[in-house]
């Protein structure tokens, strides 16, 4: 009789034990010659020897399988102690599994094209219109590069530009005012990460949200750093972003050009980047469309007449501007006169 501990350290054990614990009652069918106690993420086993090794490497199989898939069905746990395949690990285009299972895979061919310059540079540039996909895709290839211990850290960054109202003073401390304005890349996350292990991640820094204005000094290594919505930076803003970049660390930058909210006409860093940039070697520009819009269908639509109303808008300010530019002259002329 031997006794061993083994440590569920990738997964939420509530996952990994089943509804109402019923893989480790199917374990303990399946290894009657072993006695196993499931207390939060550590298994101790009781028992034969031989049997023994034979659990501790499966239960390393499932372990690696429910850390991805962030599921264990009963037939897998079937499957990988006969020593057959899950029939689940097939698709190659899939990104991350969702909490529920769900495979997260790329949704349109530009998409697709975000996947394959993350994996290919180290920098990527990713702009295009709300709905397009472009923050979720890069949310999840941060969360693969985690999970596959390629990285040691996510690190989430947005500006904090209030989107045409103003908030006033939000109370509590760095984080929970930064919150609101980080709260869709929190909702990409929880689609990807059980609740407790995102809790986990976030208490161990090992997911860290940095507040634009706090990055200078910083030096960014082994990590996936996301600035979101970075058409609300400005140009001195971006360049010391994209300056924190250390050694095995990659860099998503996403922004809708046709939604800039910076006061008195600022100039976007974002655009000012990528017309700087284009052309660098080891950074990738993907441009989404509204035809990689995968919200509802009504996004794809909305996009569609603004973009109409604002070609439609253009002629008639360019006259507005024209006409007040004459009468200014004129009351110039008459005053100098």
Do not use: W
């Not at 440590?7 to 006695?35: C, H, M, S, T, W």
């Amino acid at each position: 009789m031997i006794e061993k501990v083994i440590v569920l350290e990738d997964i939420d054990p509530v996952i990994f034990y089943g509804i109402n614990n019923a893989n480790i009652q199917l374990l303990k069918v399946l290894y009657p010659k072993l006695r196993l106690v499931a207390r939060g993420n550590v298994i101790k086993v009781l028992g034969d020897e031989e049997e023994m090794c034979a659990f501790e490497e499966n239960i390393l199989k499932l372990e690696k399988h429910c850390a991805e898939f962030n599921a264990l069905k009963e037939e897998t746990i079937l499957d990988i102690v006969k020593g057959n395949k899950p029939t689940t690990e097939q698709n190659g285009n899939v990104i991350v599994f969702s909490v529920t299972g769900k495979p997260i895979i790329p949704r349109s061919e530009n998409q697709r094209k975000l996947v394959e310059g993350f994996s290919k540079n180290d920098m990527v540039f990713a702009t295009g219109p709300a709905g397009s996909g472009k923050t979720y895709t890069a949310i999840a290839l941060a969360v693969k590069a985690l999970k596959n211990k390629e990285i040691k850290k996510i690190i989430l960054s947005r500006p904090a530009v209030e989107a045409g109202e103003k908030l006033g003073f939000l109370p509590g401390d760095m984080k929970e005012k930064i919150d609101p304005y980080l709260q869709p890349l929190y909702d990409a996350l929880q689609d990807m990460i059980p609740a407790a292990k995102l809790k986990e991640y976030m208490e161990l820094n090992i997911i860290q949200i940095a507040p634009l204005a706090f990055m200078r000094g910083r030096t960014l290594n082994d990590a996936v750093v996301i600035l979101d919505e970075a058409q609300n930076t400005t140009t001195q803003q971006i360049k010391m972003f994209l300056t924190r970049m250390g050694m095995n660390t990659k860099m998503i930058v996403t922004g809708d050009m046709t939604q800039i909210d910076l006061p008195n006409r600022q100039t976007s860093g974002l655009v000012q980047a990528i017309r700087i940039l284009k052309g660098v070697k080891g950074i990738s520009f993907i441009e989404l469309t509204k035809k990689d819009i995968v919200r509802h269908k009504l996004v794809e639509r909305i996009v569609d007449a603004y973009d109409k109303f604002d070609k439609e808008a253009k002629p008639s300010q360019s006259q507005h501007t024209l006409l007040n530019n004459e009468n200014r002259n004129k009351d110039e002329s008459i005053n100098s006169n």
